[in-house]
């Protein structure tokens, strides 16, 4: 410990700079595409609701930096040996959630914690990867791996999954499982099991669908295929984005001018939907460039794996890696209606403690990782 | 180091992050791809809808046209009216609504239940709204129509505490003459929901109002007018930067004015009508046609009992109107029936001049042939009666007197399709074509008309009642009208005409009615004489049917009659009553002056009795004061003429 400790000051500050350039890009616009998401043209009360957001998103933002730079700062491999307690110790406060947490909107992903609220399945996603990244690494084997070897770390994935989705809260399970399964597929799988796996994936979600799933679950997905007839008002939500984010054409409306934001006809527009006033703000131009800057990151992060001197750093830089991806690729996915309306956070941009906090903490590790290649 | 562990084996994954960079890159083109689809190839189309969702097309109504009568009296116009509405989102409970329910006198159960939807719509969530559930919170509703002007002032200098309580002014139609002429005016009514789906490709919404009887309905396109618009942004008016906002979201152009409807002057006197209803006033059904014989305008159209347009249009709110036609669907004596035009009745004796010419232009009979009258007519098994014994009759005396047997003796030698040709020469048997009200036609029947009816022989007692103008021969008020008038001025059967021209609201004319000839009869002129000197004979001969009832200095030639009716009464009379609709009904045709005639009149008087007793009077006093009305108009024109030639 004292001995990396040292280390790290010879080495001096190996800080990786396109990766800490790339970041602070994403958090600058974010950050500007908030405080335009929160100026809509509304009532005195309203208004100041929504520039409290704004201020409490700006100081979530520092705390996250200070956090990733505090994990950072210690070498990545003591981690591992932690990653069990961590992961153990996630999966609790996950089920909390149930005794403790506080009802919204028909789910309980928050506990109140002194004057603030947490979600601890925001932190579960990272911890996940931790703990995937640790099986990942003291799994050695040379054969291709079988159902019989994936059924630990199969175990390991679907356990905080099941307590996550029975919040209910599909899309933290969707993402959690993709990003998972991405450091997972690093490894060599038979192609037999691969297929029995996607097959199982794909009877479950039938099966979900006609005994498990809520009706408002199944909404969002009916009206992603026929947003036109929508019912419930999800439909509409999508097309009112496409059509905030259509509107922007190619430059853009400017900033603070989204007609689709100012005048209230983006729901959510600081949670779910802020691609859609960034769209629209920026047109086609921004969008362009803020695309560039999530697979940056993304492919950085598969680089940074490829550099890893170890498998713990590699399967942990993919798994980070994977939750931006996943992110970024599914919360745009939905405001271009390309994928259902499902609540999935847009990194760096979306409004939300828990969120921003864990993908700074995220991106810290990476940013670990890449320090000790 | 060696305290963290060995390095491990990353060979493992080598071969795998190729494959991930390719896959993340692919599914980020994906979605530059499909953005460049909705930004760039659809991105005008989402452009014009995200305006769509902001602005709004404030419509800005019209005003409908006056319609005045021929001296430019106004017969029909718009009163200001002032109603309430409410944006329920906007009220506050506790402030607002209390002073508001003071102020509008709200009472139970009304009170109560646009409370609860003010509750109902408040719970609504500001946001997320499908465009159903955000309409309905954006409705307005209504709270009051027609309020006190007083209120509205004070609604209006108060609007600023009294936010969502808006004041929409809405024009009401308004008649100065109340029931007089109303069936040749009209009213309007309210556009019903099944009637929109034909009009709204017009331009016509919901809570629209157009004419629904009479001129008008007739004349709606001409009257209504074109509604402008106003664009506005959605809730500009909360904002502090309008001018802005608007300048960078409106399209030109951002207004467009309303055009108001046209000005109708109609050929129609008040002052005439306005004597009708005096003169009629003992009788309590039936109908009065005054025509310009010269033109073919109609200077008074008149039918009894009438009713007041102002409540039938809406004036005294929603449920008067349903009350007045309940009342008036209700009435046996059809107060909503158009009687001068939209109902068939026989003529009777009315109908004799046009027998005569008839027989004459066959030369079956000529002045001089004799008719004598034992007070009837013996035709086949049948005995024909006659209203009395006349004794020797010739044409002369069996107009003046009314002797039926005379005409029965025409009707045996007169063929019924002659009577029937002669008749449709003076219009009858067809509709006239005035266009203001539902027209009956009539029937002048013939020959195959009997048989297609009666599926039998033919027979010649059926001319005989037609000749007498009973049987199946039917006249509208106005046909007979035209057709007195056709006789005074030598045989020129005249279009009708209720409208004389149309002008802008700034009094432009734009368009002017000249009169139209219908058809030129060309009877022989000395037949013609022949009968018109019996229809003088008829008020100022001793034997005359109507010399009882002429008044002195009237100068006016015509013929009284006295139709059977058919004995079907009415459903739902009272059976005391029935004795009314057995009477026959009285009638009075002719013309004013007798020697230069200037006029035309028919009165007929439903189940009056006697023609000449009852309908006889009514003519003669109408004719009397349009004499002392021509009098008077003549010497104020010698005068020099009022400032201002328009009066309004």
């Given at each position: ?373 | ?302 039918s009894k009992p009438s009713f007041d347009v102002n409540v039938a249009s809406g004036g005294n709110g929603v449920q008067a109107v349903a009350d007045t036609f309940r009342r008036l669907n209700a009435d046996p004596l059809k107060p909503s029936l158009d009687k001068t035009i939209s109902a068939a009745y026989p003529p009777g004796s009315t109908y004799k001049p046009f027998t005569a010419l008839a027989a004459l232009a066959d030369r079956l009979i000529d002045p001089t042939t004799e008719v004598d009258c034992h007070g009837g007519y013996e035709y086949g098994k049948r005995f024909f009666r006659c209203t009395g014994v006349h004794r020797k009759v010739h044409l002369h005396e069996a107009i003046v007197q009314s002797c039926n047997t005379y005409f029965y003796e025409l009707g045996a030698r007169v063929s019924i399709d002659k009577l029937a040709s002669v008749g449709l020469d003076y219009g009858f048997g067809v509709k006239t074509g005035i266009g203001i009200n539902p027209e009956a036609r009539g029937r002048m029947p013939t020959r195959s008309w009997y048989t297609r009816r009666y599926k039998e022989a033919f027979r010649g007692g059926f001319t005989l009642l037609s000749a007498i103008g009973q049987g199946a021969t039917t006249v509208t008020v106005l046909q007979l009208a035209l057709a007195y008038a056709a006789l005074a001025n030598g045989g020129t059967l005249y279009q009708p005409q209720v409208v004389r021209s149309i002008e802008t609201s700034d009094g432009t004319v734009v368009q002017e009615f000249p009169p139209r000839v219908r058809r030129l009869i060309e009877p022989d002129q000395e037949h013609l004489n022949w009968v018109k000197s019996a229809l003088e004979g008829v008020v100022t001969e001793k034997e005359g049917t109507a010399y009882k009832e002429r008044i002195a200095g009237v100068d006016i030639a015509g013929k009284t009659g006295t139709a059977q009716v058919s004995h079907v009464t009415p459903r ?77």
């Amino acid at each position: 410990m004292a001995l990396g400790g040292r280390m790290m000051f010879r080495r001096g500050p190996a800080v990786d700079m396109p990766l800490l350039l790339g970041v602070v890009a994403i958090v600058t616009l974010g950050l500007v595409n908030l405080y335009s998401a929160t100026s809509v043209y509304a009532d005195t009360e309203t208004r100041a609701r929504l520039a409290d957001i704004y201020v409490s998103q700006v100081y979530w933002m520092v705390v996250g930096g200070l956090l990733a730079i505090f994990v950072a700062a210690i070498d990545y491999r003591h981690y591992e040996r932690f990653a069990g307690v961590l992961y153990a110790g996630g999966v609790v406060s996950c089920a909390l959630v149930f005794v403790l947490g506080s009802n919204v909107r028909g789910s309980s992903r928050w506990i109140q914690l002194g004057s603030f609220t947490f979600q601890p399945s925001e932190f579960m996603k990272i911890l996940l990867v931790l703990m995937v990244a640790r099986h990942v690494h003291n799994d050695h084997k040379n054969e291709p791996r079988t159902l019989v070897d994936l059924a630990i770390p199969g175990l390991l994935i679907l356990v905080p999954v099941g307590l996550v989705m029975a919040q209910p809260d599909l899309g933290t399970g969707l993402i959690m499982s993709l990003s998972s399964a991405t450091v997972l597929l690093m490894t060599r799988i038979r192609k037999r099991t691969l297929v029995a796996i996607v097959g199982a994936a794909g009877t479950t979600s039938v099966l979900a669908w006609n005994h498990a799933m809520k009706q408002y679950q199944k909404d969002r997905i009916t009206s992603f295929l026929d947003p036109e007839h929508d019912k419930t008002g999800i439909g509409w939500h999508a097309l009112q984005s496409q059509t905030a984010i259509g509107n922007g054409q190619f430059l853009g409306e400017g900033f603070m001018q989204g007609t689709q934001n100012q005048f209230g006809f983006l729901p959510d527009q600081f949670s779910d939907f802020p691609f859609a006033v960034f769209a629209e703000d920026w047109g086609f131009v921004g969008c362009l460039l803020l695309l560039c800057l999530y697979c940056f990151v993304c492919v950085w992060a598969i680089h940074v794996a490829s550099q890893a001197k170890d498998r713990f750093g590699a399967a942990l830089a993919t798994g980070v890696g994977a939750l931006i991806f996943w992110h970024a690729v599914f919360n745009i996915g939905m405001a271009i209606g390309v994928l259902p309306v499902v609540g999935v956070t847009l990194p760096l941009f979306s409004y939300g403690g828990s969120s921003v906090v864990t993908t700074l903490v995220g991106l810290g590790l990476l940013m670990n990782v890449s320090m000790r290649r | 180091m060696a305290l963290l562990g060995q390095r491990s084996d990353v060979g493992e994954f080598r071969r795998r992050y190729r494959w991930l960079v390719l896959a993340a890159i692919s599914a980020f083109l994906i979605l530059v791809g499909r953005l460049a689809q909705l930004q760039i190839v659809q991105g005008d189309l989402h452009r014009a809808q995200a305006r769509k969702n902001i602005v709004r097309e404030r419509s800005l109504a019209t005003t409908r046209g006056v319609i005045r009568d021929t001296e430019g009296r106004v017969l029909a116009a718009n009163r200001p009216s002032y109603n309430v509405h409410m944006a329920p989102a906007d009220v506050d409970l506790v402030e607002t609504w209390p002073r508001v329910v003071k102020l509008l006198g709200l009472e139970e159960p009304e009170k109560s239940l646009l409370e609860a939807k003010i509750k109902e719509i408040q719970a609504m969530p500001a946001k997320g709204l499908s465009p159903r559930e955000e309409k309905r919170r954006g409705q307005q509703v209504l709270l009051k129509v027609d309020v006190d002007r007083d209120i509205i002032a004070y609604l209006e200098t108060h609007a600023r505490e009294l936010r969502g309580v808006e004041v929409s002014p809405q024009p009401v139609r308004y008649y100065p003459y109340g029931e007089l002429g109303a069936h040749s005016i009209g009213y309007m009514r309210e556009v019903g929901a099944e009637d929109l789906v034909r009009l709204e490709e017009r331009g016509y919404r919901a809570g629209d109002r157009l004419g629904a009887v009479g001129v008008e309905r007739r004349w709606e396109s001409y009257l209504r007018g074109v509604r402008g618009f106003k664009k506005i942004v959605r809730g500009v008016s909360r904002r502090d930067d309008v001018q802005e906002v608007e300048a960078r979201y409106l399209e030109e152009p951002r207004r467009v004015e309303p055009i108001p409807g046209r000005d109708i002057s109609l050929t129609l006197d008040i002052d005439m009508i306005t004597s009708i209803d005096k003169a009629f006033r003992g009788q309590l059904a039936g109908a009065v046609v005054v025509v310009d014989v010269r033109t073919g305008r109609i200077l008074a159209a008149s039918s009894k009992p009438s009713f007041d347009v102002n409540v039938a249009s809406g004036g005294n709110g929603v449920q008067a109107v349903a009350d007045t036609f309940r009342r008036l669907n209700a009435d046996p004596l059809k107060p909503s029936l158009d009687k001068t035009i939209s109902a068939a009745y026989p003529p009777g004796s009315t109908y004799k001049p046009f027998t005569a010419l008839a027989a004459l232009a066959d030369r079956l009979i000529d002045p001089t042939t004799e008719v004598d009258c034992h007070g009837g007519y013996e035709y086949g098994k049948r005995f024909f009666r006659c209203t009395g014994v006349h004794r020797k009759v010739h044409l002369h005396e069996a107009i003046v007197q009314s002797c039926n047997t005379y005409f029965y003796e025409l009707g045996a030698r007169v063929s019924i399709d002659k009577l029937a040709s002669v008749g449709l020469d003076y219009g009858f048997g067809v509709k006239t074509g005035i266009g203001i009200n539902p027209e009956a036609r009539g029937r002048m029947p013939t020959r195959s008309w009997y048989t297609r009816r009666y599926k039998e022989a033919f027979r010649g007692g059926f001319t005989l009642l037609s000749a007498i103008g009973q049987g199946a021969t039917t006249v509208t008020v106005l046909q007979l009208a035209l057709a007195y008038a056709a006789l005074a001025n030598g045989g020129t059967l005249y279009q009708p005409q209720v409208v004389r021209s149309i002008e802008t609201s700034d009094g432009t004319v734009v368009q002017e009615f000249p009169p139209r000839v219908r058809r030129l009869i060309e009877p022989d002129q000395e037949h013609l004489n022949w009968v018109k000197s019996a229809l003088e004979g008829v008020v100022t001969e001793k034997e005359g049917t109507a010399y009882k009832e002429r008044i002195a200095g009237v100068d006016i030639a015509g013929k009284t009659g006295t139709a059977q009716v058919s004995h079907v009464t009415p459903r739902g009379v009272d059976p005391g009553k029935v004795w009314y609709f057995n009477r026959d009904h009285a009638w009075f045709s002719g013309y004013a002056p007798s020697r230069s005639p200037e006029i035309a009149i028919v009165v007929l008087v439903e189940h009056g009795g006697g023609g000449g007793k009852n309908a006889g009077p009514v003519a003669m006093r109408v004719v009397r004061d349009w004499q002392k009305m021509k009098e008077k108009r003549l010497s104020s024109k010698d005068e020099p003429a009022p400032s201002g030639s328009r009066p309004n």
